[in-house]
């Protein structure tokens, strides 16, 4: 059962009652992200949740980490190019313990200069980090080249540049613009009742000032290339993107089966040319990546530099394919049940569930019941895949970001520019 | 509820019924894996689990994928040093459709040739992605360099070289020397009955022929010794170890907490030091590797190149500290909470609970039940986890292989060699 209370100041706070789990879950969502941030402060969203674990107005930081310990040690943050979220999950009759961190963690943040310092030295080794790791780096690269100049096509954690320079003062600044009564979502889920979170949470954040958030988004739109990124490693490491519907477009459930005919599990077109049948990569997949109002949809390999060219014009021939050709009944009805069933499976999953609850409410201001979501996926058509892949996967439109030991030359053949 | 049934050949059947789950989660576990290899046939345990994907008597690859995906493509499998397991999760109304296909890929394999060598080719692709990823790949040559010569210490994967010679007659030869009944065992839990499960493999897994497994294994003794692997990397990545107690032993209770102490969360003597105090690292923790005759207790470091000496000093010094300093009543009664709160959180997961029954009937024959582990947990003092570090960590003995952009001198000093 989901419930929904809205504070006065406008803070929403949302439970969902699994009177069978013995664990609560809770996640105090922020709508800030580094899509909200500038070049110049690219990065302080992810700043600003790491430093929510360097100490409070009440705890040092050693209070924080031994409580998070003790509440089993599943507490965490992580921030992303819309959200930041504060979570944790405990045994239920710790309930108020866990919620009562977490309202700390967000509201009380200390910003000691010096621990900032440290933390300033943690995240450049977390860009090092990402540096180091080339399937994850690429999807970083592509990002900045698919959406060029926008913010949704900056890093979550900065660049070594921008971290560098952000100050306290600045810090302060874009918390206290960001981090607004109207921006805040409590999700929670598990062995709890409503009126039990709504006053646990409800004096502390029910007393937040409010004030108007003065947030400016608007829709990306991608440009097409191909950008090679010169290093010595064992593969060549793809990305392939085009365009895609947003995470609250009518067009997302075609989209989600358009991905999964694509390349999104193991039946998949991609897959089954490029693993299955010519064992070209090991991982070889597509992906959603949906916004609120922009979106992309991705190809990812990782294959020999020796066969980078060849993989390349295999993924694109399948993307090609799509858009021009007939999604088959069987195709449509494998990813259909494909879709419905991992997501009924994953509702099994409470942190799962609390994101569930959480993002429905951020996107759309309210719960969509699976049922419903199962529903739309089920009337969506093998014409309506089709009309979509050819409207999105047009080959002009194509972007891509190629990373490892590939010769442009090859590739630019191959991209038929 | 906890059930077993052991068929006539051996093979154990182990269920968990979970009456709130709407799913059920199935593994078939052989006690095989890579230290069951000569160093020739190195990697052929995880390339006999991927060929079971890959057609079997009645099934191609393609029909495999579509089944896996129609089931909501939650199926999948590893291969371990010790185990290989291949496992799925379903809606519970599916658990007869689930457990044919994960009994078909175990028994039936088909091992096309062709089929064979373009696996061959996604495996090698496999390692390479593995070389490519420095905080994956370290691991591996820690391993190498902590257990030399000994299986324990050879790559899951195996080598280029020994993946490209495995042929067909010895991957059939291995796979029947060790796919045995007496090697089997059968995990399943959720909304089951345990009949049903008994009815559903007894006909095909009861009919395997029994023959005596040829299994030898021997426990490993770590070598110490510093390793340095150059490469121009963003981090210097390194890993520390020591001998540590097996899965088995009675000591594990005392290993785990100090574990834990050391470097295994967040209020951890390592993480405080190298992290919090010192911003030295993003990613910094120790692990506990337990097999059943050998273990290791690591810690695993990501730095700046320049900052590697003063980082390997640190990690070092709190190994040391631990070795002849005491473990403060505060740390141990926060270590036991940390560990008993998330033993229990993770009973939660319905892929922790089949591991979990499966691995108490492989390493002790019996089910541990969860109680019985937190008492023991609870049963642990000061002085055992200090004797315990007394007798693991004695510097002398102290493996360590760095890679990275670092100079094997400066790190030679600091290791005191």
């Known amino acids: 059962m989901i419930e929904k209370t809205v504070l006065a100041n406008g803070v929403r706070v949302l439970t969902e009652r699994l009177p069978q789990a013995f664990s609560v879950t809770m996640g105090l969502w922020v709508e800030v992200g580094s899509r909200d941030e500038d070049p110049p402060r690219s990065g302080i969203s992810h700043f600003i949740e790491h430093m929510a674990f360097k100490g409070t107005e009440r705890r040092s930081p050693l209070d924080i980490a031994r409580e998070i310990d003790r509440l089993g040690g599943q507490a ?66 592509f990002g900045q080249n698919f959406w060029p100049g926008h913010p949704l096509g900056r890093p979550v954690l900065g660049s070594t540049e921008s971290v560098a320079h952000i100050d306290r003062r600045t810090i302060l600044h874009y918390q206290r613009q960001h981090y607004q009564p109207e921006g805040l979502v409590i999700s929670a889920v ?22 108007p958030r003065s947030r400016q988004r608007s829709a990306a739109q991608s440009r097409p290339g191909l950008h090679v990124v010169p290093r010595p490693l064992e593969q060549v490491h793809m990305v392939l993107g085009h365009q895609a519907p947003s995470a609250v477009d009518p067009e997302r459930f075609a989209a989600a089966l358009l991905n999964l005919i694509l390349g999104g599990n193991m039946s998949s077109r991609l897959f089954q040319e490029v693993r299955e049948k010519r064992g ?57 049940e494909n879709l419905t069933g ?26 969509i019941p699976l049922e419903e979501v199962v529903s739309q996926v089920e009337e969506v058509s093998a014409d309506d895949v089709s009309r979509l892949a050819a409207q999105l996967l047009t080959p002009g439109e194509l972007s891509a970001t190629i990373l490892g030991a590939a010769t442009a030359d090859d590739l630019t053949r191959e991209m038929g520019a």
Do not use: W
């Open 190 to 211: 598990g062995n709890l009742e409503h009126q039990q979170v709504v006053d646990l949470v409800g004096e502390a954040l029910g007393s937040l000032p409010m004030a």
């Open 280 to 336: 070209l990569a090991y991982s070889v997949y597509s992906f959603l990546s949906a916004y609120s109002d922009s979106g992309a949809l991705g190809v990812y390999l990782g294959v020999a530099p020796n066969r980078a060219a060849e993989a390349l014009r295999v993924a694109r021939g399948e993307v090609e394919r799509l858009a021009v050709g007939p999604v088959s009944d069987q195709e449509l009805a494998d990813a259909k």
């Open 342 to 367: 991992s997501i009924l499976l994953s509702a099994e999953n409470p942190e799962t569930r609390m994101s569930r609850l959480a993002r429905n409410e951020i996107n759309f201001g309210k719960d």
């Open 76 to 141: 965490n943050a992580f921030t992303s190019k819309e959200n930041t979220c504060f979570h944790a999950r405990a045994l239920a009759a710790r309930l108020s313990e866990l919620s009562d961190l977490l309202i700390d963690l967000l509201l009380h943040p200390a910003y000691h200069p010096e621990e900032l310092e440290r933390e300033r030295q943690v995240i450049l080794q977390e860009i090092s980090y990402q540096e180091d790791t080339p399937d994850d780096l690429v999807h970083v690269l």
